[in-house]
Every structure is written in C-alpha cells, then in structure tokens.
C-alpha cells in the first residue's frame, strides 16, 4: 500500500520526538497519519498564496513586564518532585552530543 | 440547588459549607466508583476550605460570590501541593509547587474543592477513554462517554459530585461533554480567562472555562475567573466580564445566524445526526418565538476548521508535551544516557493517542513539511478569522449543534482516529478564531439522551452567549424542547 | 555592487599572514551575549550568579507543567539599544521556539528568534578601520548549565550529569556578523570592540571567561581571490580571546591541509580543545538540524514604534568609533595610541588638553606612553596641556617631560612649578653635541665597537654612551637627542 507517510518517515519523526515505536506500532502509525493527513487534502488543494498566516487570534503586541525581581521558589520544594537529585542538582544519565 | 442558591445559603448563614460539602460528597460516595468522574477527591481540602468559609460566616466577615459552593477542577490545572496528572502515567503523582491563576481566584471566592477530575489524556480526545486512568462513564448512561477531554468535570456536575466545574476546551472539550452530560459548558473568548498553570495542549487554543447545571450559574462562574492575568503574555488586558449582567436581557431584536456548513445545510459537514438537528431545528423555533431574527447563513470556510484543527494542535502539542523527558519531574524510566532515558520515559508514560498527536503535530512542523501542513492551516485560520468577522458585521450571534451525535457508546468510535476526530466539527472553529461558545442543552436525542446547541458570539462577547443561552434554557425548560 | 559586498571587498585586500598566500581566510563570528537586567528574559527570577544551584528558579524558567513566559521589558530595550549602538534597524519582530531535546533546556525548546528577529542589517566598525557586517542581532534565552561527572570529566566518559537551572532564562542577544572577517587580527579586534560597545552602553559587562560573552566562530577558507563560499566549521568553547585566535589559526589549516590533499571539511560543530590545541568533532550537524521553528503562541509579538527607536537613539552614549574619530580627526597618531586611549578611557581628558592649545599627536602620544596607570585623577586638563607644550617648546626634554608628568599623576600641580624645584632646564644642543663629542674622544675602543660592531655592541655602546652622558648631565639630556647625535657622528 503506496502510504502518504512512509516507515521511514515515521521512523525519523519518532526519533525527533524522542518516541521509542514497536515494528507494528510503526505500521500503525504509518496507516493512522496518513490517513489523518489525506482528511486534510481540502486544505492542502486551497491555494491560499496571498493570506497572511495568524499565529494568534487575538491581535495583541507589547505585552510586557518591568524588570523587577519576584520571589523564586524554594528548592526543596523544586527538587522534592526530582526523579533523581544530588547536590541541589537534578542527576540524570551522562548526556551525549553537545549542545546547541 | 443551584450554586448561587447555595452561595447564598452560605453566606446567610442558612446553610453550613460544611454540610453542603457533606451532602456532595455522599453522592461521590455512592457513585464515584461506578462513574470515575475523580482522579483525585481531595476530601481534606474541600473540608478546610469549607470550615474556613464557615468560620468566616459566623465572624461576621465578607465572603466571596461562590463561597461554599462545591467545585471540581480538571486534572490539567496546577493545584500546588496537590497532584495535577492530566490522567497521564508521565506526570502521575506530580505535585505542581504553585496554584493556577484560575485556581488562586476560585479559592479566593471562596469555592470548596471536591476533586480533581478526569480527562481524555493531556486534554487529547473527546470521549475521556484516553484517560491513563480509566474511562470516565455518563451518569445518564453509563454505557456511554461523557465526552471529552472535560468528561470528568461533566460527569461530576450531571451527577451532583459538585454545583460547578471547571474544564478546558481546545476543539470543543467543555462544550461537548456538557453537550453529551446535558448540562452548560462555555468555552470563553480566547485570552478572557488566564491561562497560566492550565498544562498547554494547544497554546494558541485552550481556554478554562466553565460547566454548571444551569445558564445563571455559569455565568456567575465564569465572572469568577475571567479577566486580565499579567502572568499570561496572551490575557487580554482590560477585560472586565460581566455575564451574569447579560442573564436578562432576553433576545428581543437580536440577529441569529445559523451556520449552514454546520447544521445540516447547503456545503454542509456530515455525519450531523437527524435528532440532534430536529433539536437544533426547535431551538430556532424558542429564539424566534422569543423576538429574535433567525436566518440561515454560509461561513464557508467553517468546513475546513477540522483539518486545521487537526495540524495546528497536534504541532503546538508535539512542542509543548517535549518537556516530559523524565528530567525534572514525573515519570522517569532509567536508561544508560539521558537520550535513552527521554525515550524509554515517554513511550512508557504516554498513551496511543497522546504519541499519535505528538507524531502528526512533529511530522508537520517538520523540514520540508511546514509550508504545506502547518503553515497552510495558519492560512486557513486566518480565512475563517475574515469568514467570521464579515458574518459577524450583520449577525450578533451564530446558532450550530454543539456535537453531531448524542453521548456515544464506549469503544464505537476507539478503531479509527477519524471518526473520534469528527466530534469537534462543530466547536473546532470557535477555537482557531478565539471566539466564545456555550452548549445548552436543548431536547433529547431518539436514545433518550442530551443534545446541546451551541451559540457562537464575536471574541469578547462573552456576554451575548450567556444572554442567548438563558433564553435557550427558559424555553427548555418550558418545554419548549424535545 | 551592494553594500554588503562592497564591505567584503575591502576585506579581500587583507590576507592572514599566518596562511599560505594562496589561501583566504573566511571568519564569521556568533557572539552570545548575556544582558545586565536585574532579571531573567521571561521570569522574575534574579539575573544574577549564584553559588547554589537551582535557587534562582521559578515554575516559568523551569518550564514546569503549566508555566507561561512574560517579556522583560528591560531586555528588549537592551537588545535595541546594542542593535543601533550597531548601526541595525530595528523591525518588528516575533518570538519563535527551536525544538530540540537537551537536559539544560527545561522545555525541551529554546525560545529565541528565526525570520523576524529584532536587530538587522548593521556593522562594526574596527579600530582599523575594517568594516564588518551585522546580519542580525536578536533576543533569545539562555539554558541551563550541565555538568559531567566522573570518568574523564568529559561529556563521553561521565557516569551521570547534573544539571542546575539558575543560568536558564537569562535573556541573551546573539549577535550574528556576515563572513566578512579576512584575518585573525581582525577577529579578535571584532570580540575586543564588540566589548568595549557593551561596555559603553552598559548593556553587558561582557567577560569572556565568565561567560557573559560567549564566541563561536564559523570558518572556513577558499582560494585568494574567489568570491565562493566553501564549506564551514562552528567551532565552540572558546573562552577568550587568545583561544579564539588559535582556534581560528588551527581550524584554517585544518581545512586547507584537507583540500591539500584532495579531501574537503564536513560542514560541522566543532569543540575547541584549549589544551590540546585543537578542533574536536562535535555532534553531526544532520541529526541536530531539524529545529521545527514555529511562532511562539505564548507569547505576542514586538512591535518597536519610531518614538522608542528615536528614544533609544536619543540615549545613546558616544561609542569607542566615535570617540577614536574625535581624536583622530584631531591627530596623525596610529589607531593603536587612539585605541588605548579610548580604551582607558582618557580620551576626554586627552580632547581637553588639546581644546587647551596642545599638540594633538603630543598629547596622545605622551597619554599611551606614560599614563598606563588606575588612577591619574590627580592629572588635570590644563596641566597636561602646560607640560605639553612645555616640551613642544623645547622648555623641557623629554625625559625631563616623563618625571614631570609622573609627579603631577601622582600628586597633581603645576608642571612649570615642579619643573622648577627639580631644576631642570633644557640643555643647548651644541652643548650636548660637544658633551658627545668629548666622550668619543675620550673612548675611542667602545666608539669603534659602536660604529662597527653588531646590533649587540650598537646597542650596549649606545646604553654606555648615553650612560655616561646622563652623569655627566645628571639626568637632563634628552636620550633620544643623545641617539640622533651618535648616529649622526657615525655615519
């Protein structure tokens, strides 16, 4: 079956989302998206060249506020939730590739 | 007994919060097992916050407009010290260390928390059986969804849990399980109600708002929590709400629009059920019969609202939702490196239609893909923005069913994302334009079961929907309705 | 042709010495730059270091389940201000998130700015003269710190990583130069007067090696004399100036060694390894690339008017270029002195002095030269300028001129007051001359060594001579009289 969405395309996107899929849940998802997607060719047909995109639905700008300190929080209560924490720091895995 | 009744009682002193809260919580006794409206039924709270209302009372001192009145808040809304799940295994037991505005307010009025309700998982579906925690069941039937995301807040006010509740709507998740439950949902002008400690789904779209058994109650409850929050980039400023002043004011003269693609006319969407448009249909009738100038009327691009809906979301929900990576808090699934641990974590603590949502909304975004998928729906929105403000120059307010069906059985609508999907046709583009929608309910279905009519006003008319609505419930209940 | 490429064009002029002559160095440098507001870009969290990890944290900058930014107000006057103090306009401009998973990042998205960013189109200007072009400089927030711990101490053999977040939020402006760059010199005369602007405008106090100020620099290299663009490297962790030197230095080879031999450099991130003086491969760029950039809906966009540019123009502190141009449309020094003296901030009392009627290249000269000091606050315009011209005038050598200006740095007063009681007067130059010539007479051997000896032997009889001059004088010929005069007799 010819997919809008290929295995390997669903392969990456997993990937990118940090989403660990099974062989058959791949398939699945391949179908599902696709279909999904195939719904919205009325709007992929439209040509919509000159309109502008709206991000927002409300128009607002400058939304602003002064630089004025405001209390923070208690760092037990932030490293209570911790799923690991040592020295007032979460502890996670080593990490791998550098960042950005 | 409606909520301003009980507020009332209260705060003469007729009535003890106490035992109003004890009343309630009788019934969560004998049915919560059977319903599963609760993730959470927060009994010690609800007791401290009712005996201080009580204390308050008997000292003589001012109380807030819903004082005593028994509440449930959706499992999306940060409760400080209590745990907020969005009925999801990533964030199960989180406890948030700070209150929602929309919580810090409620308190402050004075409202007594029953519980943290049950929702579709992180807000993603229309039926509640995407809960991590079980399904939600309609008190009317249990048999049946309550509908969703908000099908617990729903299932909590249709069954006497609690005289209010709050939900969050994004495509439609307070107006169709109030729809489904047969009781009023509102979803507000988009920034009228402070979003901050409301667990993003879809920024651009969500909104709390309010469900009550009745048109006056919500209203009441929505002037409650609307207005500016400087916590909130995306609250509008000087927003004062004043719904309950509108309760009144009837509809004499009023110009009411039926949309056409969405009630079964020319252009029309599918799959809108006969009974629930021969209520839709007798609506029209109890306005007309009222004063008001009912037409028929064509927004065209209203049709494409779904499958915008359906990028827009899911692509500000795939951002959103990466921040539950088992670093910080929730779910953590240990793994050699942190890149392994993110992805062991969040395939373990998120469920189908959670992954399916972040995959279509990543996949959207992704390189290559935006301009035809993501940017194109922000095209469409901005259609429909200009579809509505020209329908909206010569009509005050805008008349659809809220849902196409009644209250569906468990599981019909589980094997094909699609036919869940198409639940919100209706209510979806309220939602891309940040427009404010009530669900009243309005007649039954062939199934015995609730149909709500929904009615659409231009963004800060907030008002017009609650003044329309009344008139929509007086006629009800009058029997007006079938 | 454009601007732009009339700017670059006066680079290809410039070739990096340290490079075959065939080859053409091609640098653009992404300097990050933390802002000095009291908070953090999104927060009101305090924008400040701290020792104890994670107390400057808030459920915003956690990025906590619910959390929703705030713009600071005062970082985007800042970024505007650094954006026109580098010559951009300012535009309308919007918020955009970058997704990307990283334990430092505490939505798992930076919030930063894409196609409309705030500053754009600008330049700047170097002591030289050189001309480097702005493509933009806009506003985005910061991340969190990670530490690896254990193994090696290095990201690849740690056994866990901490992270702390006090550092995430901090509001950052990236400012992002065109590859306009054409030597080493260059480069670190950009960083250098990059800082000096954030200094004078108080907008960052922009320590490299605190990290308030962060360079990463793209390089790669193309034939003398092409105008193409070949394949770059981002080289990162360079922590000061020095480094940024030899990181480019080292990469430029790298890349030239790679074509030599018939290969060519992968388009990459690059780590720079101070220690061992060399570039280290980083993640691929491929895997990392997909950013899924979209609006940001939590926030709404910036809309500058004309009335905050004009304000910020308005306020705008006279910046280094401009303070170097006043001197040098006044002077024929170099642009080093003119550099120094702007750098330590004297060139106001350097104007002062010269307004007061002293020789402009004199008083430059003498300011780099001999007030390398903290404090010359005891150092007044007028008095600067009366020993000036006292030594213009021949009054006083210039030996005599140092002594006086360091008693007047150190105590202040009157130059000809204190030229008085040290009892200098000028000497008459024949008088010197005769000095000179009585002392070759009298030396005849280390004369000889003088005029025919090495450099080594010029120059330790020029310290003899001069020596014995000195006693002779106690102390009041003038050294670089004495030098002309044994150059003269030898020739």
Known sequence: ?100 | MSARSIAADVASGARTAVSVLDEHLARVAARESELNAFNLVTEDTARAQAEAVDAAVAAGTTVGPLAGVPLALKDNMCTRGIPTTCSSRILEGWRPPYDATVVSRLADAGAVFVGKTNLDEFAMGSSTENSAFGPTRNPLDTGRVPGGSSGGSAAAVAADFASLAIGSDTGGSIRQPAAFCGIVGMKPTYGAVSRYGLIAFGSSLDQFGPFAKNVADAAALFDTIAGHDPLDSTSIADYTPNAVDHLDRGVEGLRVGVVRELAGGEGSVEGLSPDVLASTSEAIDALTAAGAHVEEVSVPSATLGLSAYYIVAPAEASSNLARYDGVRYGLRVDAATTGEMNTATRTAGFGAEVKRRIMLGTYALSAGYYDAFYGKALKVRTMMLRDFASVYENFDVLLTPTAPTTAFPFGERSADPMTMYVNDVCTIPSNLTGHPGISVPFGVGDDGLPVGVQVLAPALQDGLTFQVGAVLEAAANAGGAS | MTGAAEKGAAEKMVHEPTLPDEWELVVGLEVHVELATQTKLFCGCANEFSTEPNTNVCPTCLGLPGSLPVMNAKAVEFAMTLGRALGCEVHPSVMARKNYFYPDMAKDFQTTQYDQPTNVDGQLVLADGAVVGIERAHIEEDAGKTTHVGGGGRINDATFSLVDYNRAGVPLVEVVSRPDIRTVEHAKAYVSELRDILLATEVSDAKMEEGSMRVDANVSVRPMGSDELRTRCELKNINSVRSLGRAIEYEARRHIDLYTNGEAPRQETRHWDEEGGRSTRGRSKEDADDYRYFQEPDLVPLAPSAEDVAAIDAAMPVLPAARRARLGELSTVSADVLSTVVERGQDTLALDAIGAGADADKVLTRLQNDVAVDDWSNLTPSALAALVTLETSGDLTATQAKQVLADLIESGGDPAAIAADRGFEAMESNELEDLVDQLIADNPDEWARFTSGDDGDRKKMQGFFTGQIMKATKGQADGRAIAQLLVAKSS
Do not use: K, W
């Not at chain 1, 391949?30 to 709007?43: C, E, F, M, V």
């Not at chain 1, 000159?50 to 700008?61: C, Y």
């Not at chain 1, 002064?66 to 490293?79: C, F, I, M, Q, W």
């Open chain 1, 1 to 100: 079956m010819s997919e809008r969405i290929t295995r390997d395309e669903v392969t990456h996107v997993a990937r990118l989302a940090r989403l660990d899929l099974s062989d058959s849940e791949i398939d699945e998802f391949a179908h599902q998206l696709s279909d999904i997607l195939d719904h919205a060719a009325d709007i992929e047909a439209l040509d919509v060249g000159d309109i502008e995109p709206t991000s927002h639905p409300l128009p607002m700008v400058n939304v602003f506020r002064a630089d004025e300190r405001r209390p923070s929080l208690d760092r037990d209560e932030v490293l209570a939730v911790a799923p690991a924490e040592q020295d007032g720091q979460f502890r996670v895995p080593p990490v791998l590739g550098e960042e950005q």
